[in-house]
């Protein structure tokens, strides 16, 4: 790559154009691929002031460290003083107490403060994602005021897109937008073109509950408030988007039984892989042995000399398939939890719909599977092989139902349990379906043959 | 609710002030609710008209419909008039024929011409999803030029926010924002304003790609150009938020061997959810049956008097432990390639990565599963029991081992084969390793027991 051609070159007369026209995501790629971790501080003070703060802001943790670490204080404070306040503290979050110290030490008074007041919010809460740094009106302005306003603060604000208007004690009474502004009269007072019905949210809200608020309105922010209706931050959409990336990806890991990281893949190290997943591969383990049980309690029935080993044989498709349905259904209901699409209240709703879904899929499958082990294992030229089709599909067929009903109503209950849905996915739903179709399988077993 | 009680009573006095200050998103929520057909038309023509577009366009697709129905030509040619392009071109594919027909002829020519344009794109390209409506300037414009131009033309406009710098071949060249508009000097022309080096995606791009460009560089919008850097049209943050949305929803479907829908669950019909689901049951429900073929042909093995049932109660638990070890691997690595942390040329890193995990949790798991079977099932009181045990936990060992690598590696393999990754999810990998937990586990017992 070029770039870093030049900056192991030391071509700094050619290197400083080329990255000051770049972009901020884009230069922090080039960062991570610096292999020499003396270049890293080199090319940070080639970067205008402005794109060197934003390109730190996109670096990942490892980054950010071992350059923080090679920046004297002088440089630290000059960073800090470029940041916005809400990435500062995502990195305070990140960093380790040691450079923390370092980082608060190098910011002024009134930061210092500000990152205090954030860190008090609960992790998961608006509060702990909003930014203060909005453009406030007043109702009495004028439209050319209120772009005199905009123009001077302008620089630290992190959207000017959409000002917000507050009384004297700091009540949010309504918005703005840029473009009302510049559609309007510029002698016409901010009382006049306000927009009064405002949606917010409280500091102590969930930021997921946030992000999806601003994404289901298209908002561009949304104010966030105290319990006296007090403006006191804001969440802009790009981080709402970041918010709802990451709840995903914490969603798909714990669907899989899997305790989520918020470090990509390939950086987390294989240390805390284990320890992400052995937690739950033991629990399930243990619960699998149930299945066992069941087994052996049903020796006599499985080891009928007549059907011989058919009706072990038929276990992991019977297994199988209630699993596949369970989750089938857990997923969708899980899905539709995390998308406010369904609530405990719609329990009912779902039962019925799981009932009917469950009864049509079951015959088909079970129609399918009592053919199969008919004719393609050839069950028809055994002695009472007709009796033991009917034992496995019935089995299918009841299997299937219970699956779609447990895997409907498990993160339901959950959710209202305020647990979270997405634990009980697939492997758990998995693993409670084997026990209850080798149950049904061997009740049918012993009902069916077991006089025979 | 009070909207539906005046709504009722037919006090258009009180309703109309009250629905006028609302924003559209919870309009359409209020539309949702009104359950008496003919009165939908009625409070749909109270609201202002850009109101009344903009909250039909947050509805959802049955009650679009009905409310199209009930609305006389003039009526929705005055809708037509509101609705941006790209959310007409959205509401066109969703509409059935006869609607549609209605729709375009109630357009302008040129819309219809913009339509079929738009419709041209693939299904899932940048050019299906962009809008024509942005604000391109010139270089020669002053700033204040600029702003007259913004202002004439912005009622129009998806966004004012970021505006595109074109040539007179409408060539793209670069952009500037509302920001650096309110910012510098009046006089000042936008080409000494502007920032070329611009981030753009073209129209044939995947839509999720663009939607995951704007999340990353944190951009408002991102221009769509064609092969010969023409700038067609634009792609905004909202959008962009909800193709992730809609992307991470089938995913997860996907992920729970589910064919996707884009209409929530409580509104997708118990016979289309079954057709989404039945296809892969019926395909897992046949690949298990291999599972069986293995139990089959070890029944000597299996049904080894001395150890009686022991080794059959143990396959689920084998079974199960390998699909969760392999889900658990096949989803993180799923949900990398998704948001373009892991690529097919990480393969061999991923696959020592895994190698490590494997060893570990398959070490750990094996050891407690040992233990497990000697002294809670009491294998140590049986003669070779610790033969047994050993079996069981050798398998659990390579199952566990072979499960991972399987979950990883079948991703990226799907992705390198223009495969959908997220179909090799939990359901497959678990059918598969079922088979191979199987096998392994029959020549262990072959190896180790059959020569007793």
Redesign the interface.
Known sequence: MEILELLTERKFGALKPLVA???A?DLAGVFEQIENETDLPVLFRILPKDLAAETFVEMDGDLKEKLLGALNDKELRAVMDELFLDDTVDIIEEMPASVVKRMLAQSDAETRAYINEILKYPKDSAGSIMTIEFVALRKAMTVDEA?ER??KT??DKET??TCYVTDDKNKLLGLVS??DL??AQKTATIGEIIT??V?YAYTEDDKEDVARK?????F?ALPIVDREMRLVGIVT??D???V??EE??E???K????TPTDK???KTS?WR??IN??P???I??VS??F???I??AN?AT??MPVY???L??????L???G???G??A???????IA?K??SFS?LW??VW?EI??SV??GA??SA??FL?VLFV?KLYAVQNGTLVALVISLSMLCTIFFAKLIGAILPLLAKKLKLDPAVV???FI??IV?VLS?TIYCAFAVAILGSL
Chains 1, 2 share one sequence.
């Not at 601003?214 to 298209?218: A, K, L, R």
């Not at 669907?255 to 899997?258: C, E, F, L």
């Open positions: 026209s770049m972009n995501t772009f905009i123009r302008a620089i000017i897109y840029a473009k510049m559609l009064e019905n949606i601003i994404s289901d309105y298209g561009l959409v790009d709402a988007m970041d709802l990336q995903n990806t969603d798909i890991a669907m899989a039984a899997v990509p893949y390939l294989v892989i284990c997943r052995l739950w591969l033991l399930l383990l699998s042995t299945s066992g049980l087994i052996s020796e499985l080891n011989g080993i058919v072990t044989a038929c276990m992991p498709m297994m199988g398939t699993g596949n349905a989750s089938q857990s997923a969708m209901i899980i899905r539709g998308l699409e369904v719609d709703r779902v719909k009917r879904v049509l899929l088909i499958l399918a599977c199969k294992d996915a697939s492997p998995t693993t084997d080798l």
